[in-house]
């Protein structure tokens, strides 16, 4: 009887294993399902066929999986070299050593640009043999809106690194580093554009920034044996761009007697000193991998402009971004999309339209295909999933787009099963309360599901 008892409980589940439909039925009755909801859907692409599917239609928050919809959008409506372009020009007339006139740097939503790529116009500046500046340094910012947030962003995300404002000229991320050990306090870049307040004789230790009054003026608050660095958002980052620029000439004995303006003024009676190119190859990995939130903003605002033209708003990226729901075959109209990053709340699609949309990628051109594959954070190896899946079967073998906000976690991409073949998936969380590492969880396992299967 014993040997019977083995045979019915450990041999036959061998032979018949549960098939993913039966493992995830039966995962899905956890309590925790009672009062959160998920919605998930599995498809084979290797077999053309879905292999699991549950409450797909419905609509949810995509998190910072709307930015797989974003980039997907991006390779398809502008391309991999499509250059988001940063230019100084100068007006007036060059004589000797000084320029009389205005230098003007014209912004073209760059996300990445940093301190360090302002060298190779300082290095132009020198070789025009220019010193003195008897004019002003001008900001034309004519290339998007004056709307520094995404519609529906949240007050009380300020002053994260996580929502920046958003400008046609960017810098740092539109943050700065503020280091701080015992106290003593450092910033990068080194400038004056923020103010510092530090309060040493307080209990415990914070760096903040003075958000409530909307100031540029970073606060910390005691000291701290170790060293602590903590990334601040600023307001006003076209400014911010311009100071930090100013400063750079001035280290380096290029003078500018004038003051820092911001315009919307036409550059064409100036002449082009130099131009910074950087592509939308470059530039997608880093909304993926990073879950970049101002990258993925800026491409939206990219596609705004290239098709309907300067300035360019949210709205106008939107638009651009419905012609591909209905290359889906979805309607758009179906959906609610509001920014590029996900940051939004009001952002609502369902898993049928990411896995509609993670299809319609895998038969784009291999070049495109591979590119937007790769940049997904792969699991337990890089990214956004550095840190998840480790040591499982699933190591290496996921390529997936995660999200995040206040009761919401989602994971959606690629992946490849034990036999090799190409799976795509996208499960939704959402409504549940406390940290998200156990909806996190909850996905690790499916993925695991899904691999064995």
């Known amino acids: 009887m014993k040997n019977l008892l083995i045979y019915f409980f450990i041999i036959i589940p061998l032979i018949h294993p549960q098939s993913l439909t039966e493992e995830l039925k039966l995962f899905f009755k956890k309590d925790i399902f009672d009062t959160t909801i998920v919605a998930i859907q599995v498809d084979n692409l290797s077999k053309g066929k879905t292999l699991f599917k549950k409450n797909e239609k419905l609509l949810l928050h995509p998190a910072s999986n709307m930015k797989l919809i974003t980039t997907a959008a991006s390779l398809i409506f502008l391309g991999e070299d499509y250059p988001l372009t940063t230019k100084l020009f100068y007006q007036g007339e060059i004589l000797n050593d000084t320029l009389f006139g205005n230098l003007i740097f014209a912004g073209g939503c760059d996300p990445d640009f940093s301190t360090n790529d302002f060298y190779p116009f300082l290095n132009e500046l020198r070789n025009l043999g220019i010193k003195h500046i008897r004019g002003n340094l001008i900001g034309d910012i004519s290339f998007k809106d004056k709307m520094y947030w995404g519609k529906g962003w949240m007050w009380d995300d300020d002053p994260s690194s996580d929502a920046p404002r958003l400008a046609a000229l960017n810098l740092n991320d539109n943050c700065v580093m503020v280091n701080v050990l015992n106290d003593r306090y450092s910033l990068e870049p080194k400038t004056n554009f923020v103010d510092i307040i530090h309060i040493t004789d307080y209990d415990s230790f914070l760096i903040d920034r003075n958000w409530l009054e909307n100031k540029n003026e970073i606060i910390i608050k005691g000291k701290t044996k170790y060293l602590s660095s903590n990334q601040i958002n600023i307001i ?137 594959l790769n940049s997904l954070p792969i699991s337990g190896i890089d990214g956004t999933l550095k840190n998840r899946m480790k040591n499982d079967l699933t190591f290496s073998k996921v390529f997936a787009k995660t999200g995040t906000l206040s009761g919401v976690s989602c994971l959606s991409g690629y992946m490849k099963n034990k036999n090799d073949e190409l799976i795509a998936f996208s499960i939704f969380i959402q409504n549940f309360t406390n940290s998200s590492k156990k909806a996190r969880d909850i996905q690790d396992d499916i993925c695991r599901m899904i691999y064995l299967n």
């Open 236 to 372: 006003n980052p076209d400014l911010y761009f311009l100071t930090v620029f100013r400063e750079i000439l001035d280290s380096n004995d290029i003078k500018i007697s004038g003051t820092i303006e911001l315009s919307e003024l036409s550059t064409n009676n100036s002449k082009l000193i130099y131009q910074f190119e950087r592509k939308i190859k470059e530039i997608i990995p880093n909304v993926n991998k990073n879950s970049d939130n101002l990258s993925a903003e800026m491409l939206l605002f990219a596609l705004g402009e290239k098709y309907f033209g300067k300035p360019t708003t949210s709205q106008k990226g939107i638009d651009v971004i419905k012609f591909l729901l209905d290359s889906l075959n979805l309607k758009h109209k179906n959906y609610r999309i509001v920014d590029g990053s996900g940051v939004s709340h009001y952002n609502l699609v369902s898993v049928e339209l990411i896995i509609r949309l993670l299809k319609y990628m895998y038969r784009q051109p291999k070049e495109i295909f591979e590119m937007f």
